[in-house]
């Protein structure tokens, strides 16, 4: 793989949740190389001030359109909200979802929060997805429009019952398992959720993928501070979030 | 227009070296542009043998830089003679060698199995601040500066260049005990202890608590360093903290560096080290300097 920094044109940046942004960029190359589960590196704000890029994942591809959504946390992402003519863009990094719809012909798809973002690409690339998202409340409720269209099932769910199923995504899914029958599980969500359905998924022998989030560097695998833990011994003890995933088999890490 | 520079018998293209740990073994970084653009790597940081770092989280920015603590992941000297030196030396930077040891031996053997392998310099590291034993712990008492200079001089066949930490009160004790012990060159400045803590959780972000600080934000104690240390001792000097432009690289061979590296900003900018180059060139084109070595110290103080 071939690494580029594009410039990208802002098309749009909207507040479609509290605090939850809907960023759309114009960027013919990158468009045609992104992949579900890939991200994007992202300059915001002043670099002296901010030497970290912020790795955002990529929603959704139209044309030469791309869509990413973030919640704004800290400094970084407040700069990258103000940033409406052009942005700075290296990428697409990372290995994305494994599309396979000969292999598996019933998946699941489930996220949680900011992590149900990254899921709606992948969702229109499956012929058939079963899809679960959770979010905390009714305020954050988002691209549910979207998940219908893409997806031949739907579930939505928040933490306080204000809206959809009351409770978590994950739940849904385990009660749905049994008549549904899914061959695999894509997720991306908080650590707490990852780390239920990684159990979950071994329990019952599927095939999970899960996408992972880190603090991070460079953003292409050269300096080693994005790591997440697996269970080989040594040097490769830690494998890069950036490089090795984002997106890696469930029972390879440990979380 | 003369960029070449010449580091203790080892010519280099230009003063531009991509600085250790930021730059793997320049694998990432060749997919951006060709490596012979610059004028060295210092490649990440070996050990005797592979380590699996620290657990993460091992990165987060700071104002104007970023804390780290990776603790020196890295497959180890023989995997790096075996599977790195054949591709660095497809282009023609030099390759200077990291070595980081927890004992005088592991150093030691490091430099000969490194002296025997095709790399053209040695930097010394005992200024990890992000692992227990070694590390900061020898080079920051000039005793024992001078004591693993002089052991690890007998085994180095190649030059060797001592890194030095800018975690003491006075840097130009560590750098003249460096000098007395042999070394042949100096490189400054390794990261600035630091620390940061998140207010929502009470934890610190950093999973090893501590870790090392650079950036823009540690220029100004780096320039300094390198000031003082080009009036104490006699070494060529490569001088590193926050290089970020053209500019900055200038001012630190003002302040006189002989070269200088690059690190942060690699991570702001994959092209950053290139960049630096063209902004020297800028910056002698722009005041008829015709040798960059002639810039090498001439800061003007009156």
New interface residues.
Partial sequence: ???Q?HSCKVLSQKEIAPNIIETRIQNKELAEQAKPGQFLHI?CGD???????RPISICDVQGDILCFIYEVKG??TKALQSQTETLDI?GPVGNGFTVAPQTYKNPAVIGGGIGVYPMLYLTKQLPTASAYLGFRNKSLVTLEEEFKKAATFLSVSTDDGSYGNNGFALDCLKKDFAEKQFDIIYACGPKGMLRAIQAFAKEVGVPCQISLE????????????????THE??????QRVC?NGPVFWAEEVVL | MNLKVNIAGIELENPVIAAS????FG???A??YDLSEIGAISV?GLTKA????N???????T????L?S?GL????VD?FIKEEIPFLRQYRCKIIANMAGSTFEDYCEMAEKLSDADVDLLEMNISCPNVKAGGAAFGTNPDTVYEITKTVRKYAKRPLIVKLSPNVSDITETAKAAEAGGADALSLINTLTGMAIDVKTRRP?LANVIGGMS??CVKPVAVRMVYQVHKATKLPIIGMGGI?TGDDAVEFMLAGSHAIMVG????????ACPKIRDGIQAYMKQYNIEDVNDLVGKVIVD
Avoid: H
């Fill in positions: 793989m071939s690494y920094i300059q670099p002296i001030s901010m030497p970290l890029r400094r970084g290296l880190e603090r991070m560097g460079c953003g292409i695998g050269a300096c080693l501070t994005c790591s997440c833990e011994e040594g040097a490769g003890k830690y490089k | 740990g930021t730059f793997g694998r990432e970084y997919e951006f990440k592979p380590r699996a770092g657990p993460p989280t091992r990165i987060t920015e104002y104007g830089g970023i780290n990776v992941q890295n497959p180890g995997a972000i950036g823009p970020t942060t900003a690699n991570f702001t900018d994959p092209y």
